[in-house]
């Protein structure tokens, strides 16, 4: 069954620093694999998402993840935090033939002036 | 552009009402999805369904019921609310194909006492 695991449900970071948010997932076969934000009292939007082709994707706000099998993860990363980027992110995943989208927990972003 | 949206915005429950959550997308995607989502469990999937006419389990599909009469509106009741089924509820849409994203409504916060 397909499954993604978030690790860390908080990361602080500073305004100005990297931002890593971690995501590895589990899937018998080639998965498709979303980034979503949720600003507080909002719904979810999508950041960025990885099907087919170029590993490393780019999303909206300067994100950005990259799709490493080897490893089953898709990290996002952001070089330089900003004060707007305090949110609840959200890793899913989707198989081919499944028709479910699948969360993770979730990981609360907090920046610090 | 309209989306996805969902009605009521937030509702308070009497343990044992009954209600229905309406959600209206129009975008004519033919998947539609309900969520819940609680404090550290991110997103789990209640229902789905790939069509008008169609539905399915989720994850946690006990104590709801869903129907999907029309291809732009996906109804979930409650036919007795319990204070477990206090949560912030999501519809989402998508297209049939896995590597499209899912676009979510603003969020249904339902409390019952």
């Known amino acids: 069954a397909q499954s993604v695991t978030q690790l860390g449900s908080h990361v602080s970071v500073s305004e100005g620093a990297l931002v890593l948010l971690r995501c590895n997932y589990s899937s018998s076969v080639p998965p498709y694999l979303f980034w979503y934000v949720q600003y507080p009292n909002q719904g979810l939007q999508l950041l960025l998402k990885?099907?087919?082709?170029?590993?490393l994707v780019k999303g909206i706000n300067g994100f950005e993840a990259e799709f490493k099998k080897s490893e089953t993860s898709f990290h996002l990363t952001k070089p330089s935090a900003h004060m707007s980027d305090a949110a609840e992110y959200f890793c899913?995943?989707?198989?081919?033939?499944?028709?479910?989208?699948?969360f993770g927990t979730g990981t609360r972003l907090l920046v610090s002036p | 552009n309209a989306g996805v949206t969902q009605t009521p915005k937030f509702r308070v429950l009497k343990t044992g009402q009954s209600m229905t959550l309406l959600c209206a997308q129009d975008?004519?995607?033919?998947?539609m999805y309900w969520y819940r989502q609680d404090p550290g469990m991110g997103l789990r999937l209640i229902h789905y369904?790939?069509?008008?006419?169609?539905?399915a389990k989720g994850e946690v599909p006990d104590g709801y019921n869903v129907s999907r009469l029309k291809k732009q509106n996906f109804l979930l009741g409650l036919e007795s609310a319990a204070p477990s089924q206090t949560s912030v509820y999501f519809c989402?849409?998508?297209?049939?194909?896995?590597?499209?994203?899912?676009?979510f409504g603003q969020g249904t916060r339902l409390t019952v006492v």
């Open positions: 899913a995943v989707r198989n081919t033939g499944f028709q479910k989208l699948v």
């Open positions: 975008m004519n995607h033919e998947y």
């Open positions: 989402a849409s998508s297209l049939v194909f896995e590597n499209t994203e899912a676009f």
């Open positions: 369904s790939v069509g008008e006419g169609t539905t």
């Open positions: 990885y099907t087919t082709g170029a590993t």
